[in-house]
């Protein structure tokens, strides 16, 4: 299926432009346990409805950014380019 999804530095592109590269997660800490760092690494959410990504513009402006997207609809609400401490790095 391909719908248009918008790179803050490009604006609204086709999606074969991109990259999909995993919901946005939270790293374990420290002293997480061994369940913890294996649903970290093995398990998502698969959300029906609106979840954060991470994705990544590949043949434009090389660009990783976090999109709110409706996976039921392929709606995409809101592309931004998170701040260094605001999200988890892609894996």
């Known amino acids: 299926m391909s719908f248009l999804l918008s790179c803050p530095h490009c604006g609204p592109r086709p999606v074969d432009e991109f990259r999909f590269q995993g919901e946005v997660t939270r790293?374990?800490?420290?002293?997480?346990?061994?369940?913890?760092?294996?649903?970290?690494?093995?398990?998502?959410?698969?959300?029906?409805?609106?979840?954060?990504?991470?994705w990544y513009h590949r043949t434009g402006c090389k660009v990783w950014f976090v999109a709110e997207r409706d996976t039921r609809t392929n709606e995409v609400l809101r592309t931004e380019i998170p701040s260094p401490a605001g999200a988890a790095a892609p894996r």
């Open 27 to 54: 790293r374990p800490g420290p002293d997480a346990s061994l369940r913890e760092l294996t649903d970290y690494v093995y398990f998502r959410d698969n959300v029906a409805g609106v979840q954060r990504e991470w």
